[in-house]
Structure formats: structure tokens, C-alpha cells
């Protein structure tokens, strides 16, 4: 650049006058006059709204409204992905790690049986009965940190949390509670000092029999002959050794099941047990003892 060029811009800003809040205005046409509303005969009279109606006094009807007519959400028939959300069955989940976790602090014994009256009264897992559910569901969640030997008892297990406990030398088996014998199961105590005798355990609904008759899910209706099988199966599968539990000193412990009746450990359907004076009475009449072996 010539130095007669830079002389005539710098005479250019010189005479040009400096930017300042004083000398900025907006584009022509950018901004336009507010329409005034709500003044009478001085500008605006409706304001908008129109005349006369609902709309134009101010009352507006609550979303959704139609007018009277029946609104499209009550128009519209339910679709059946929603049908009986209420009824469903919910599994608390539980898993592995946390299992370990609470074996670890001691909160858990492994060296007995565990169901879910432990689980409950360790504060591992909540169950509420009244809010639909049914029990807890083993997640593979910690498989490969698991290093417990335990026998224990779910409602609901996938294949590789069975496969994390029996690879260690443990038992696990699926067994269904009605609510009924879910809340005494989960909240002994307070069933106890009522003095009430320990109810039976309903057999499952129709549609849940195929699962707990299935020696794969290790179903506490499954015959034990094929549960054996099922466990040398799945033992290929993952490519583990499965453990000889015959020869185990827990042997007793981890073969250790229930009655399909039964909800407590050593405590049968139809026997009193008095907290207070720490006795257990049991039935002695022969059609109660009967109704109670579902005899009857």
C-alpha cells in the first residue's frame, strides 16, 4: 500500500464521526410500533381477543377440554402392551456382588440356608408385598467375584448367576410364594407374637408351573434326577468343573429343601411357635394334621 493511501484513510476516520450509544440506531424496518391494546376509543379496544365468549373474558376451560364433546383420549380405545400393568408380578433384583457383599460384612451365614427371610432381616433387600412383589431375581451382576459356597433360595435366577454359585460348589433352587406366605416369610416376628398357626404355602398360578417344574431353572417342582443332569450341562456350557457336593462336609446343608408347603426351614404348615415362652406347638388332631399335609 502507497503511503498516499494510508494518508487518505486516516483522513477518511478522522472526518467520520466515532461509534457511541448516541450515534446507534437499528436497521430501517427491524423494529415496529407496539400495537397498543386495552385502551378504549384511545387504541386497542379488544385487546385481541375478539368479541364476546369464553375466550374473551378470560375464563379459559383446563387442558384437554373439548367443548363438552368426549375428548380423543377417551375416544381412543387402550392398546394391549399396557393390559393388566397393575397385576404384574415385580422381582426385586439382587445381585451377586451384592450378595458377596453382605456374606463379607457377616450380615449373611453361608453356612446355612439362605432365603429370604435372611436376606431381609441383613437389610439386603426390601420386599413389599402389597406394592406386587413376589420375591427377589439373581442378576449375574459380580458372576466372576463370587466365591461363596451357599445354598440359597430365589423366586427368579438367570442362567449365569445359577452357573456363578454351582461352579463354587453351592446349590440354588426357584421356589414361588403366594403374597400370604410371602409376608409371614419375610416378616416373622411380628407373625409369631400374634399366635397364629404358620399357614401352607400355595402352589403356583397356571402360567408360572412350567418355570418352576423346569429342572433348568432349578424349579423346586423339577425331579431332582434331571436337576443333576442339568447341572452337568450347564457346567460344559461355561466350561467349569462342577463340584462333587457329595463329598462335601456341608453336604446336609447344601442339599437342604423344602417342602413345597412349607415356608420356614424345620417349621411346618400348621405348628404355633410362642415366642415368649419359646415352645413350639403342634397340631394334634388327625383331620387338622391332615388338612395341613393337604390331604384333605
Not at 386497542?44 to 363438552?68: A, D, M
Not at 423344602?258 to 415352645?279: C, T, Y
Amino acid at each position: 500500500m502507497s503511503w498516499s493511501g494510508v494518508r487518505s484513510g486516516l483522513d477518511l476516520l478522522r472526518r467520520l464521526p466515532r461509534v457511541s450509544l448516541a450515534n446507534l440506531r437499528p436497521n430501517p424496518g427491524a423494529k415496529k410500533k407496539e400495537k397498543r391494546r386495552g385502551r378504549g376509543i384511545h387504541g386497542g379496544k379488544k385487546s385481541g381477543r375478539g368479541h364476546k365468549g369464553q375466550t374473551q373474558r378470560g375464563n379459559r376451560p383446563r387442558l384437554g377440554f373439548e367443548g363438552g364433546q368426549t375428548p380423543f383420549y377417551i375416544v381412543i380405545p387402550k392398546y394391549g402392551y399396557n393390559k393388566g400393568h397393575s397385576y404384574r408380578r415385580q422381582y426385586q433384583p439382587l445381585s451377586l456382588n451384592r450378595l458377596q457383599y453382605l456374606i463379607d460384612l457377616g450380615r449373611v451365614d453361608p453356612c446355612e440356608p439362605i432365603d429370604l427371610t435372611q436376606l431381609v432381616n441383613a437389610r439386603g433387600i426390601t420386599i413389599q408385598p402389597l406394592k406386587r412383589d413376589y420375591g427377589i431375581q439373581l442378576v449375574e451382576e459380580g458372576a466372576d467375584n463370587f466365591a461363596a459356597k451357599i445354598n440359597i433360595e430365589v423366586q427368579w435366577a438367570s442362567e449365569l448367576a445359577i452357573a456363578a454359585i454351582e461352579r463354587n460348589g453351592g446349590t440354588i433352587i426357584t421356589g414361588f410364594y403366594d403374597p400370604r406366605s410371602l409376608d409371614v416369610l419375610c416378616k416373622p416376628v411380628p407373625f409369631f407374637l400374634r399366635g397364629q398357626p404358620i399357614p401352607k404355602r400355595m402352589l403356583p398360578p397356571e402360567e408360572l408351573v412350567p418355570y418352576y417344574m423346569d429342572a433348568q431353572n432349578r424349579g423346586y417342582l423339577a425331579d431332582p434326577a434331571k436337576v443333576q443332569k442339568e447341572r452337568l450341562i450347564l457346567a460344559k456350557k461355561y466350561g467349569y468343573i462342577l463340584p462333587d457336593i457329595s463329598k462335601d462336609v456341608m453336604y446336609s446343608m447344601l442339599t437342604m429343601r423344602k417342602d413345597p408347603l412349607q415356608i420356614f426351614f424345620g417349621l411346618a404348615p400348621g405348628w404355633v411357635v410362642n415366642l415368649p415362652e419359646k415352645k413350639i406347638l403342634k397340631p394334634s388332631d388327625e383331620e387338622l394334621c391332615r388338612y395341613y399335609r393337604d390331604e384333605l
